[in-house]
């Protein structure tokens, strides 16, 4: 099995990041994560995101797969996408912070995955400073 896990370089990502590997340690599993920018990033930003990515998965014991998100590809299909293709049992994403006017309107792609998805997603927001 494995667990899927979207990773964009914020705050929110690098805690959907930190949670799927306690959860990749915890069940023994494969991390499969998916790279992606934020609105306009350009390749070198998509580059840098990757490579912190892999630093921090390096020094956690757990096994992964890396994989760049293409620009213009739809993030909730990518994520659902991997997670049919791998098998798994769990989707990590991360969410931002809302007042409590956005929380009434969650980010599009996190409601289509918490309501679509093929398997268990776990939604974690980022510590608060």
């Known amino acids: 099995m494995a667990i899927v896990v979207g990773f964009i370089a914020t705050a929110e990502g690098r805690a959907a990041l930190d949670a799927a590997i306690v959860e990749a340690q915890r069940r023994s599993d494969r991390l499969l994560v998916i790279v992606h ?21 390096d020094t956690s ?47 599009s792609n996190a409601q289509r995955i918490l309501l679509d998805a093929p398997c268990h997603v776990l939604a974690v927001k980022p510590a608060q400073a």
């Open 61 to 107: 014991g757990v096994g992964f797969d890396v994989r760049h998100l293409q620009r213009g590809n739809d993030v909730a299909e990518a994520l659902m996408g991997a997670a049919e293709e791998a098998g798994a049992e769990l989707i990590v994403i991360g969410l931002r912070r809302r007042s409590p006017l956005g929380k009434l309107i969650l980010g």
């Open 37 to 57: 920018g934020s609105r306009g990033a350009d390749e070198d930003e998509i580059d840098r995101a990757v490579d912190e990515a892999r630093d921090l998965l």
